[in-house]
């Protein structure tokens, strides 16, 4: 997702198969970290402009991980897929048309995974409409 948002003259789509939109600038047992400012993915969406006709796909699957680490019972590779797809909202995007989100049950992070979602993908991203 990074490399398309950086490059919206080359891509005009991105996809993201078990993301990895954890990385963060700050520790997060630091005292000072936040969800919120030091997600590196989510603050480089909402700090720069909207990328107009860009389209996404995200893919999670249930078992990717097992970390939960505001406990709300959600493991934190949904939690963070979800929250980047809500600064994409906020930028003005909308689900369905410019994103869509795929939820693998008991899906890890890993290839047979990947294969049931990869051609949900391909027809998202390049079947007739």
Known sequence: IDTAWNHPEIFSRAAAFSG???WRAKAKDAPDYSEKTDRLMHRHIRNSAARPGMQFFFQCGTQDEQ?????NGVIDSIDDTIDLMKELLRKGYCEGPDFRYLQVQDGR????????????FLRWGWSSR
């Open 20 to 22: 990895s939109f954890w």
């Open 67 to 71: 970390e939960d680490r505001n406990k």
């Open 109 to 120: 992070h890993d290839v047979p995974t990947w294969a049931k979602a990869m051609p949900q």
